[in-house]
């Protein structure tokens, strides 16, 4: 048996927070024999199995309703097949999906990375494919971690960026007024950020800076519905 995680720039990106142990799996193959089979397996590991889809239009519907913790997906007859039974699972789900093949196959597993599969699995027993699961959950686990860390990173940049411009401040500047009003307010830094970022798609263009030039010095709180500022 061998497990190989498919090129990292193909992941999917989704969301965990699932076990290793009494996990919900979704079986799908083109062969029927092998999806039995395979329904065996998991069943014996102690896992449940919530669907067994051969059908390409069927499996997308399933995966969306049933919300699976992981999809194992069988090389059948037909290569095609299998890669189209995995590109609508991923389109679906928010799970890792593992490839199951019985001999190795470079250009299967090549096709199948572009389709957003998370791992592959060459000619595994139930032990090997328990050992598996866990190693391909916890690899999901910590490059979800991974990417959540890069999107709130991206979120706090952007709105040191909105303040940069509407207050005139240098950066050092806009991340002490986001970090400052998130320990006022009792918030985390990214939710401040966020509410910036969603803030700023409904006010016009450039109206931080001061008349005089100069800059404010924090965030500024929003106006009570109903209420209007003063004139001049």
Known sequence: MALRTAP???YPQMVTGVGISDLRVLIANE???RLELLARVVAGLGHEVIAREIDV????AVTAREHPDVALVGLGLSSEHALELIAEIVHESTCPVIALLSAR???YIHEAAKRGVF???VDADAEELQSAIDITLQRFAEYHNLQGAFGR???TERAKGILMERYQVDERQAFAMLRDHARNCGQKLVHVAQAVLDGHLLLPANPGANRDGGSRA???AAPDEGTQESGP
């Not at 239009?57 to 997308?60: L, P, S, T």
């Open 153 to 155: 990173r991206a979120q």
């Open 31 to 33: 062969r029927r024999d």
């Open 119 to 121: 791992a592959y699995i």
């Open 105 to 107: 196959d470079p250009a």
């Open 57 to 60: 239009r069927e499996v997308g």
């Open 218 to 220: 924090k965030l500024a």
């Open 8 to 10: 990292r720039s193909l």
